[in-house]
Nanobody, 124 residues
Framework: QVQLVESGGGSVQAGGSLNLSCTAS?????MCWFRQAPGKEREGVAV????????YYADSVQGRFTISQDRDNHILYLRMKDLKPDDTGMYYC????????????????????WGRGTQVTVSS
């Protein structure tokens, strides 16, 4: 079982920045950041194919969020800038040990390891 622990959430004003971290017991092939706002479905925001460092982003965060890794220490990062109120939500780190097609890389159903989340609140 892969254990994932997120940290770094907080409250910021619109336009601000936050850096999230996910400490993993080990990396899986696909590592992803998801978020979920109250009353909304969980959505994928950024994926890292960890062994080749290829990244994918949701259109809503492209150019503002950056996913990266420290492979030696098994830490996944999400650097967020120019934050907007719509970025508010619980942010989860997730991993998948199976193959995921490109079309489904941001789909929560494809990930089988999850952290408990860290809250991000962006005020206007």
């Amino acid at each position: 079982q892969v254990q994932l622990v997120e940290s770094g959430g907080g409250s910021v004003q619109a336009g601000g920045s936050l850096n999230l971290s996910c400490t993993a017991s080990t990396f899986t092939v696909y590592m992803c950041w998801f978020r979920q706002a109250p009353g909304k479905e969980r959505e994928g925001v950024a994926v890292l194919v960890s062994d080749v460092s290829i990244t994918y982003y949701a259109d809503s965060v492209q150019g503002r969020f950056t996913i990266s890794q420290d492979r030696d220490n098994h830490i996944l990062y999400l650097r967020m800038k120019d934050l907007k109120p719509d970025d508010t939500g619980m942010y989860y780190c997730a991993g998948s040990t199976g193959f995921i097609s490109q079309a489904l890389k941001l789909s929560p159903s494809k990930y089988n390891h999850w952290g408990r989340g860290t809250q991000v609140t962006v005020s206007s």
